[in-house]
């Protein structure tokens, strides 16, 4: 599947399109298709989003929405070193769903 | 230390309030993402993987007690408790928001801080010896050479979109401890025969991917000359640098394609028509910045030496203390490398305390150093013991300056949206691999230097072992070199060959300092070896 | 120095899309040439320096010339800002124009380097304008815009100096 993915403008916090609002959580991101484009120029312009670039993403055995590169799984769940400070701050295998 | 009169801190006001309005128009919609990055950026605000990250100047690496305790301050304030100290003296935060971005520099101006140059293709915060002023090795304090340049440079209106970024360091000792052959201009202040100061360009040096050690340029530019000197050799740069190809645009490879004979020649041209345009501030600028670095009250007649008879406190004073030019004195370094821990992270509380410790130990001052570690520079050594007693008591009194656990690491792809790969986890696995076969030690000296792409912010290339990390078909893969120097007998590591997973590389580097330690003669260090005997033997072991 | 002349009026764009002026002077009415046709000819008065030019092949040239336009493609390109010291330490005191990519904040550090008219290809906010030509009360270095740096100031200036 294809999902969008930016920053907030204010916040810099990172951010997943799920149809009609930008989430915090990658699991709420909703397959975008070709709209991609279209959808990330319209919020760009509006300011709700900084940078917005579509990516490759998969549903994992579990059901979870997992980004194809290591990068955006980083963004998704927050510094591999400080997991205290992550999004899943108590899943001792937060680091390792990274990888 | 230098401190601002209402001119300096009418400029940084100025500059915040600039700023506050350019967040306003970039929130209004009247500057798109394309325009505001460059300002943002001019004011060390990049976006990360996560969030802003803010990186803030610490002009030359000195600080007050005050700005550090400022720095602990936003920490806790503005992020999420803790700050990342940087290879060019400097501290980022990563969880920064925009709209909160003015409101810190806001808080930074009431220390005389700020975030200016810190990013962006413009001249960056001018770096210098940590132990400038300390040392017993400098002719002088290269401190305030570095000041008149911050002044100089700072919204300098010809020198802000150069083809790509530029960093000057400054050092006035033979011993260079602030990588500055690997700057795009190093300036050594050193001593003629007269016994007169005068100073001695180097241009063209960098990591990066096209790594390069820079050119001498001139060996001697009068102190009353400094600035149109700098400013001949930006307006050269600025004229002719490439803009055709970021990667092709610093001043090194402009050096490399037209000769450092062809440019020097070029900036002596330029500088002959600049001596008549009174770009030079008057010297009695240069003395007044001068009074600033003045000596601290240092107590006369003390003696040397200090009682070592607690192992873990002789450790620690063998390892992390520099012999300071008072006698009775000494130049102490914290290090932000714990066994396991992140190279260059400290907490708020961590910051709060190294503040106090520099009000109580140091003359009100510590410094920020290229290796990530903080020095307190004037330090008694009848107090020393004291001063690690506390230091001990906050997790703070690593002794492992220079050795393998004292890793350089940038903040790879845990934060940074260049990084190909990560370089904390690594550098955690790799001194938790030293302390647990306990060879730290034995080993001595040993740089090791961990870069999360090629842009080269942990000066892997410079590292007696050094490690870049890239993106293998998705994976993280990391290469070795070996045999990089940033010192006085600067080199460029080599690459040993196909690179290695993440485990595979520790224990790379396991193998690579057995045969050190199988090979090594009477006091050689592993770059000694190294250089002796070659890669081949390393090669050898890696991959035969 | 001369107020900006006003930038609302449609009519006073006509002259090459001017927004910003600081002269007081009668504007070239001629299209500006290239630096290379005008090494090569003798009636052009006017020139316009590529990010590519050698603003010193001009410094022969610069008792026929009344307007130097200086043009930024892109602001990130800041050779423009050399080429127009250049021509200012030389002694030129014709018109200096940046045009193309000129936005608000660069104004300020173009006006240091000598420039004395603007000519954006998308007309700023007047009122950010002016806010960012006032950007610095005083300044660190000298440039080609005749203001005392702050370090000469300190020094007996004219402004006194000293700390406060």
Known sequence: MKILTGNDLKSGAVVWWDG???????????????????????????????????????????????????????????????????????????????? | MYQYDRYDQQMVDARVADFRDQVRRRLDGKLTEDQFKPLRLMNGLYLQLHAYMLRVAVPYGTLSAAQMHMLGTIADKYDRGYGHFTTRQNIQYNWIRLEDAPDILS???TVEMHAIQTSGNCIRNISADHFAGAAADEVADPRPYAELMRQWSSFHPEFSYLPRKFKIAVIASETDRAAMRLHDIGIRIHKNDAGELGAAFYVGGGMGRTPMISHLVREWVPLDRLITYAEACLRVYNRYGRRDNKYKARIKILLHEIGAEDYAAQVDAEYQHLLDQGVEPPFAELERIRTFFADPSFVQGLSD??????????????????????????????SLKPVGGIPGDATA?????????????????????????????????????????????????????????????????????????????????????????????????????????????GHHHAGHIGILGVDRKGRENYQLLLGGSEGADTSLGKITGPGFDEDGVVDAIEKTTELYLAQRQEGERFLDTYRRIGMEPFKEVLYG | MAEPISGTDSEARE????????????????????????????????VRIEPGDDARDLLLHLDRIALVEVNFPSFGDGRGYSAARILREAGYAGELRAVGDVLIDQLSHMRRCGFDSFAPAVRLDATDAERAFATWPDVYQAAVDGRAPIWTLRHGGRDGGGNG
Request: glycine share 6%; with cysteine; net charge negative.
């Open chain 1, 20 to 99: 009609r609002n930008w989430s915090l959580h990658v699991e709420d991101a909703c397959d975008v298709g070709e709209d991609a484009a279209m959808i990330a120029a319209r919020e760009d312009a509006e300011r709700r989003v900084v940078v917005p670039y579509a990516i490759e993403a998969t549903v994992d055995a579990d059901g979870r929405i997992r980004p194809a590169h290591i990068k955006d799984r980083i963004r998704a769940l927050g510094p591999t070193v400080r997991t205290d400070l992550t999004l899943r701050p108590a899943d001792p295998e937060a680091g390792t769903w990274v990888i």
């Open chain 2, 107 to 109: 808080e930074l101006s």
């Open chain 2, 305 to 334: 030496g200090v009682d070592q008879s607690d192992q873990a406190f002789a450790a620690w004073v063998q390892q992390n203390t520099h012999l300071h030019r008072m006698h009775g004195y000494t130049s102490a370094t914290i």
């Open chain 2, 349 to 457: 509380a961590q910051i709060h305390l190294m503040a106090d410790l520099a009000k109580e130990f140091s003359f009100d001052e510590c410094r920020v150093t290229h290796a990530q570690n903080i020095v307190l520079p004037h330090v008694e050594q009848r107090r020393l013991y004291e001063l690690w007693q506390r230091l001990d008591a906050a997790g703070l009194a690593t002794a492992n300056l220079d050795n393998i656990g004292d890793i350089i690491a940038c903040p790879g792809l845990d934060y940074c949206s260049l990084a190909n790969a990560r370089a904390i986890p690594l550098a955690q696995k790799i001194s938790q691999r030293f302390a647990d076969n306990g060879k730290e030690a034995v080993i001595g000296e040993l740089k090791l230097k961990i870069s999360g792409c090629i842009n080269a912010c």
């Open chain 3, 15 to 46: 002259l090459d899309d001017v927004q910003f002026r600081f002269r007081n002077d009668e504007m070239v009415d001629h299209p500006a040439v290239t630096v290379d046709a005008f090494v090569g000819q003798t009636n052009a008065s006017a």
